[in-house]
């Protein structure tokens, strides 16, 4: 009878850390920014099917109104690829905000990829692919997924994408889906990217912290929250869905809320 007991409450311990949402704020001033925007990031859904976390996300949005959605890529899982539920979702998020999304390394590599892209195409969203809009007073840069480029051809991929997208004269959004390029994108001075992929290192532990992440290996550094370097700001969702391991740990789907504000200016004309 004990171990039925412990059964269950393992089960239930691990439901809950797949089905309860965390939300996350973060506030990034600059003088590049002439208005207020609120943006909700989103991450690595992977065809979710738990309603009481998608429920909550609706609400949340709903009641936090964003100005606009970013979706770091991985809407769909590539072994367990369900279109019309990504689509599903994806509509109910456009009837909340303006909804921006760009591809992971599922939707890249899935076998259904061109089926995927040309469903994505037809939601009531912005599907970026390697190209800047200027939203909100923002350039918002969308970038593909780098899934199937050698590691060593990426830095200088993203260097080349990134100066013929950016504006010197704006603030700088990138969305794209991989978090470790932290160096790339400060030596290119981006002034926010927002990023997924790595699931918050899907399990985390005391003292130790995040397991293992893509790209990264054991102990990776890059999982979740707010990193600095140089003028960079990279926010990295943990995620909302799983993929090849279906539980988390200590590791709870994350909405993020990022509110970008301008600067205020003193009356000699510098920052504080």
Known sequence: MIYI???????????????ILTISSHQI???????????????????????LLINRILRE??????????????????????????????EKLAK???????????EIRSSQHDEIMEALYRCSMTVIEDEAYQVNGINLIGLNDFYGIPYGQRTSLFTQKYQALKNDELFNVVLFHRPEMLEAYSE????????GHAHGGQMRFPVIGAGYAPDQGFKPQLTEGLHKKGSTSLIISRGIGNSLFPFRL????ELIFIDLKPEKQVEDGSSK
């Open 96 to 106: 909340i905000a303006p909804v921006y999304y760009v591809t992971g390394n599922h």
């Open 29 to 51: 001033t600059s003088c590049k920014l002439k208005q207020p925007v609120r943006i909700a990031h989103i991450s690595d859904f992977h065809n979710t099917r738990i309603s």
């Open 188 to 195: 290119n001075g981006a002034d926010l990217v927002l990023s």
């Open 61 to 90: 949005l709903k009641s936090r109104q964003p100005d606009l959605i970013c979706i770091t890529g991985d809407l769909v899982d590539s072994r367990r690829t369900n279109i019309p539920q990504a689509v599903e979702f994806v």
């Open 250 to 253: 200590n590791n709870q789907p």
């Open 5 to 19: 007991f412990i059964i269950t409450v393992i089960i239930i311990i691990l439901y809950l850390s797949n089905a």
